[in-house]
């Protein structure tokens, strides 16, 4: 495809120069990125760093540079959803692969080592409240990524098929598509964490197979995800974005990696006593990982 210069209502640029909903400009973005659901989690990120260089704030999209030693992070938060994954994931595409001069992808692309911080729902009994799981893949239940051309892996498609013919969805939901994670980044992540397959859904509530008032349209939807097997795969979690990083990862050649707090497990009925603390000790130990990446 040729090299077009992109429009002014395609790549929006504030006065500051800076990316329309992050409202960071390229300079002010480090090539590694943790990126959490709260806006307020990104300061108890970055009061582990060294030195703050900027802190950046638009809407739900808090953005803080730093440093841990010599190693400079952005840590991002992307509110809630993959509609939200969809705005920050091309923004921080925009920020090292366009110029924002000349409005032209640059000759050289960066890829960028993404790496979540989040919160999840266990979907396996041997998972316990407050341990955390590393995502091996995102698995879509959402609407994001049927949106964009994208390439999937012969194992990713075999791990789909068997999916499509274990679980039931509801009709009407939409497809679902799956992702692998970063093999590279995965590697650093193993002692300590569990892994397994992460379902990303649309919503907290009914699409997690919660009713409070109303009722599921797919009462079955925990029993199906959580007996599914496939050679050694095993769904461990829930959570709300997964899946779109990853995806969206592929879609533009970045390097991504989802990692959660289990704060409830659905099948023993447990929430955890303090997920402030879980949050915690997760960001201290995955910073202690991602500052020697
Ligand atoms: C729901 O409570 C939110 O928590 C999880 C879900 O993915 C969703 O965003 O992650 P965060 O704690 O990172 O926001
Ligand atoms: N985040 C989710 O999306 N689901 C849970 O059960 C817990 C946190």
């Given at each position: 495809?040729?090299?077009?210069?992109?429009?002014?209502?395609?790549?929006?640029?504030?006065?500051?120069?800076?990316?329309?909903?992050?409202?960071?400009?390229?300079?002010?973005?480090?090539?590694?990125?943790?990126?959490?659901?709260?806006?307020?989690?990104?300061?108890?990120?970055?009061?582990?760093?060294?030195?703050?260089?900027?802190?950046?704030?638009?809407?739900?999209?808090?953005?803080?540079?730093?440093?841990?030693?010599?190693?400079?992070?952005?840590?991002?938060?992307?509110?809630i959803g993959t509609d939200n994954i969809d705005i920050v994931l091309n923004e921080l595409d925009a920020l090292?692969?366009?110029?924002?001069?000349?409005?032209?992808?640059?000759?050289?692309?960066?890829?960028?080592?993404?790496?979540?911080?989040?919160?999840?729902?266990?979907?396996?009994?041997?998972?316990?409240?407050?341990?955390?799981?590393?995502?091996?893949?995102?698995?879509?239940?959402?609407?994001?990524?049927?949106?964009?051309?994208?390439?999937?892996?012969?194992?990713?498609?075999?791990?789909?098929?068997?999916?499509?013919?274990?679980?039931?969805?509801?009709?009407?939901?939409?497809?679902?598509?799956?992702?692998?994670?970063?093999?590279?980044?995965?590697?650093?992540?193993?002692?300590?964490?569990?892994?397994?397959?992460?379902?990303?859904?649309?919503?907290?509530?009914?699409?997690?197979?919660?009713?409070?008032?109303?009722?599921?349209?797919?009462?079955?939807?925990?029993?199906?995800?959580?007996?599914?097997?496939?050679?050694?795969?095993?769904?461990?979690?829930?959570?709300?974005?997964?899946?779109?990083?990853?995806?969206?990862?592929?879609?533009?050649?970045?390097?991504?990696?989802?990692?959660?707090?289990?704060?409830?497990?659905?099948?023993?009925?447990?929430?955890?006593?303090?997920?402030?603390?879980?949050?915690?000790?997760?960001?201290?130990?995955?910073?202690?990982?991602?500052?020697?990446?």
């Amino acid at each position: 495809m040729d090299n077009q210069r992109i429009a002014e209502s395609e790549l929006i640029i504030n006065n500051r120069g800076a990316i329309y909903h992050l409202d960071v400009r390229p300079d002010e973005l480090a090539d590694t990125i943790i990126t959490v659901g709260d806006p307020d989690r990104v300061g108890s990120v970055s009061k582990h760093f060294d030195r703050i260089e900027g802190k950046f704030q638009h809407r739900e999209f808090v953005t803080h540079t730093g440093y841990i030693g010599h190693k400079r992070i952005s840590v991002v938060s992307t509110g809630i959803g993959t509609d939200n994954i969809d705005i920050v994931l091309n923004e921080l595409d925009a920020l090292v692969n366009i110029d924002f001069n000349t409005r032209l992808v640059k000759p050289d692309l960066t890829s960028l080592k993404i790496i979540r911080l989040g919160t999840s729902g266990a979907l396996q009994e041997s998972i316990p409240v407050d341990s955390f799981v590393v995502s091996s893949h995102g698995l879509g239940l959402d609407n994001l990524m049927p949106y964009y051309a994208f390439e999937n892996t012969t194992a990713e498609k075999q791990l789909l098929e068997a999916f499509r013919g274990q679980v039931f969805l509801q009709p009407g939901g939409a497809s679902p598509c799956l992702f692998e994670a970063s093999a590279a980044l995965h590697n650093h992540f193993r002692d300590g964490f569990h892994t397994g397959i992460t379902v990303t859904c649309p919503g907290f509530y009914a699409p997690q197979g919660r009713a409070l008032r109303g009722t599921l349209a797919n009462p079955n939807l925990i029993d199906n995800l959580t007996g599914f097997s496939y050679e050694s795969h095993r769904i461990t979690n829930f959570e709300m974005e997964t899946s779109g990083i990853y995806g969206m990862g592929r879609v533009l050649g970045h390097q991504c990696l989802s990692i959660s707090a289990i704060v409830a497990n659905r099948i023993r009925k447990e929430f955890s006593k303090d997920g402030g603390a879980a949050v915690a000790a997760l960001i201290e130990k995955g910073l202690g990982i991602i500052a020697t990446l």
